[in-house]
């Protein structure tokens, strides 16, 4: 069974530093990873995805990941923190299951920016 | 492009009452989706379609809740009677396929309160 842990419920970062927010999977077939940004009262937005190929994927927003297969890990980072970058970040992974696509969600990380 | 649609944003209910969620998908996707989001919680899939068949639906509480999607487009979530742990924000998605590289598209969810 496939599984996802983002450690850290919350993430408090200043305007302009670094942001690292971390995901760890589980799954018994090559995954693919996702994550995605919620706005308040807003539904779920895809910011990256990796699926094949090149392991450091670039997102929008100036957000990337990279996919660490040994130590099974697909961190979110962004060189420097915008007060709009404020929300919860969510990370996903996915499978091929039976014919259909196979989903589970993180418990998702709330970004604070600091002015 | 028109985005997913979902219907009402949100809703007040007592428990044991009854209550429905509307959603439209992205034209052309195959693939829809509920979930159920509480409060400080990731996203939970209840139920999974393809065109208008059901193919996943493990964790939908069947005593309480129902959906179809009639016609492969439009999908309607109901909650028959209502209990308090009913409180959270339901998100409808959409995606082109099923399969696994495949990113979805939320909805702004409906923010259901059960008191």
């Known amino acids: 069974a496939q599984s996802v842990t983002q450690l850290g419920s919350h993430v408090s970062v200043s305007e302009g530093a670094l942001v690292l927010l971390r995901c760890n999977y589980s799954s018994s077939v090559p995954p693919y990873l996702f994550w995605y940004v919620q706005y308040p009262n807003q539904g779920l937005q895809l910011l990256l995805k990796y699926t094949t190929g090149a392991t450091l994927v670039k997102g929008i927003n100036g957000f990337e990941a990279e996919f660490k297969k040994s130590e099974t890990s697909f961190h979110l980072t962004k060189p420097s923190a915008h007060m709009s970058d404020a929300a919860e970040y969510f990370c996903a992974v996915s499978e091929d299951s039976g014919g259909y696509q196979k989903v589970t969600f993180g418990t998702g990380t709330k970004l604070q920016v600091i002015p | 492009e028109a985005g997913v649609a979902q219907s009402p944003r949100y809703k007040i209910i007592e428990k044991r009452q009854s209550v429905a969620f509307w959603c439209n998908p992205i034209?052309?996707?195959?693939?829809l989706y509920w979930y159920q989001q509480i409060l400080g919680q990731g996203p939970k899939l209840l139920i999974q379609?393809?065109?208008?068949?059901?193919?996943?639906d493990s964790q939908l509480p069947k005593d309480r809740f129902s959906a179809e999607r009639l016609k492969g487009v439009d999908s309607t979530l109901k909650i028959q009677p209502a209990k308090l742990e009913d409180s959270a924000v339901y998100l409808c998605?959409?995606?082109?396929?099923?399969?696994?590289?495949?990113?979805?598209?939320f909805g702004q969810g409906t923010r259901l309160t059960v008191v």
């Open positions: 379609f393809q065109n208008n068949g059901v193919v996943d």
């Open positions: 034209s052309g996707h195959a693939t």
């Open positions: 998605a959409s995606s082109f396929q099923a399969r696994g590289n495949t990113e979805a598209f």
